[in-house]
């Protein structure tokens, strides 16, 4: 596994780390246990891009392909559960600590809306708009991180800014 690791993050037990790796070409989420360093593939190959854990670190929250439907794996193994309520643009951010719900995102151009959202009943609300005060330039707001408890959240975002000069009597 020496290919580009990306997006890792510990499981509840802290003893075990899930993240995104290219291997021969292709993507897909894998699993490590800290203690004996094995390497194990932790969703289907279809599972692409982001995810988010669960605070027990036995379920991932995530979209496949050619289905894109956002779903809950059980890590354990088993059949998927379709997260009710998400919507096609959405992606879960975070998982809230029972019986917190889950927290989804949605980009609004520069922004992000979160909802909360409880993947069973599909019953969703307005959290929290996302955006600096001063939103000049700002072309992303990402690497979005709620507690679980919900008491605190952080975000970055990615600014690009330039300067016009304009030059007179060059002549």
């Known amino acids: 596994m020496k290919d580009a690791i990306v997006y890792p993050k510990?499981?509840?037990?802290g003893k075990r780390v899930i993240f995104i790796a290219t291997a021969s070409g292709?993507?897909?989420?894998y699993l490590m246990a800290l203690d004996t360093g094995e390497i194990k593939p932790a969703l289907p190959e279809s599972v692409m891009g982001?995810?988010?854990?669960s605070p027990d670190g036995k379920s991932v929250a995530a979209r496949g392909a050619p289905d894109s439907a956002g779903?809950?794996?059980?890590?354990?193994?088993?059949?998927p559960h379709v997260i009710n309520g998400i919507q096609q643009s959405e992606w879960v951010v975070a998982w809230g600590n029972r019986p917190l719900p889950m927290y989804v995102g949605a980009r609004e151009g520069s922004v992000v809306?979160?909802?909360?959202?409880?993947?069973?009943?599909?019953?969703?609300?307005?959290?929290?708009?996302?955006?600096?005060?001063?939103p000049a330039g700002v072309r992303m707001v990402g690497d979005i991180?709620?507690?679980?408890?919900?008491?605190?959240y952080g975000y970055s975002y990615y600014r690009l800014l330039s300067q016009l000069y304009v030059a007179e009597g060059l002549h």
């Open 10 to 13: 510990f499981l509840g037990d």
């Open 26 to 29: 292709h993507r897909r989420v």
């Open 50 to 53: 982001g995810f988010a854990v």
């Open 71 to 79: 779903k809950i794996y059980d890590l354990a193994g088993g059949l």
């Open 113 to 134: 809306n979160l909802f909360r959202l409880d993947p069973v009943t599909g019953q969703r609300q307005f959290w929290r708009r996302l955006m600096p005060s001063d």
């Open 145 to 152: 991180y709620i507690a679980p408890d919900a008491q605190a």
